[in-house]
T-cell receptor, first 114, second 110 residues
């Protein structure tokens, strides 16, 4: 496995503002992903973070709302833009490590928009 | 649309009993299968992975895979209250993203 540091762990934000979530991994990473998990729900994939290029977004998610960066192999950010209360959720960074098939998760960011 | 299905629960078992969690998947070419445990307010943590038909045991946990039936299960022996959590089944095909099930909430009663 690996140490996956995700921050902030939680935040309360005003509607209309933006929040950037960071994910840092201490091992060689092949893939990085961002998920959303709404209360009582399973994981919904937002996008695959691609190193040095635009992220690959899933249906229903767009770059203007969820811009993602991945400047190197072990670091990525997800920004939740122009937030509304509907964006209140847990956001999770997930990685696949070199030589492994499993996915591992950061601690998650609990976002509340008021 | 690739789907992974689980009973949402809650599944309640008495302490010391065997908890049986089930999962079915729709993509016949799926190759890798995973069970994650998620405590309330925490992120998912990997419990087991299984790739071949049959059983795989790790301590109190046994994963069972039947590709012909597109079915994977997780047995927890000697269930403890600390096992109370939501268990997520995940399936992956080569070159594809993980597909997670909705999760089964397990409650182990003292």
């Amino acid at each position: 496995s690996a140490v996956i540091s995700q921050k902030p762990s939680r935040d309360i934000c005003q509607r209309g503002t933006s929040l950037t979530i960071q994910c840092q991994v201490d091992s060689q990473v092949t893939m990085m992903f961002w998920y959303r998990q709404q209360p009582g729900q399973s994981l919904t994939l937002i996008a695959t973070a691609n190193q040095g290029s635009e992220a690959t977004y899933e249906s229903g998610f767009v770059i203007d709302k969820f811009p993602i960066s991945r400047p190197n192999l072990t670091f990525s950010t997800l920004t939740v833009s122009n937030m509304s209360p509907e964006d209140s959720s847990i956001y999770l960074c997930s990685v696949e490590l070199q030589g492994e098939t499993e996915a591992f998760f950061g601690q998650g960011t609990r976002l509340t928009v008021v | 649309q690739k789907e992974v299905e689980q009973n949402s629960g809650p599944l309640s078992v008495p302490e010391g009993a065997i908890a049986s969690l089930n999962c079915t998947y729709s993509d016949r070419v799926s190759q890798s299968f995973f069970w994650y445990r998620q405590y309330s307010g925490k992120s998912p943590e990997l419990i087991m992975s299984i790739y071949s038909n049959g059983d795989k045991e790790d301590g109190r946990f046994t994963a069972q895979l039947n590709k012909a039936s597109q079915y994977v299960s997780l047995l927890i022996r000697d269930s403890q209250p600390s096992d109370s959590a939501t268990y997520l089944c995940a399936v992956k095909s080569y070159g594809q993203n993980f597909v997670f099930g909705p999760g089964t909430r397990l409650s182990v009663l003292p």
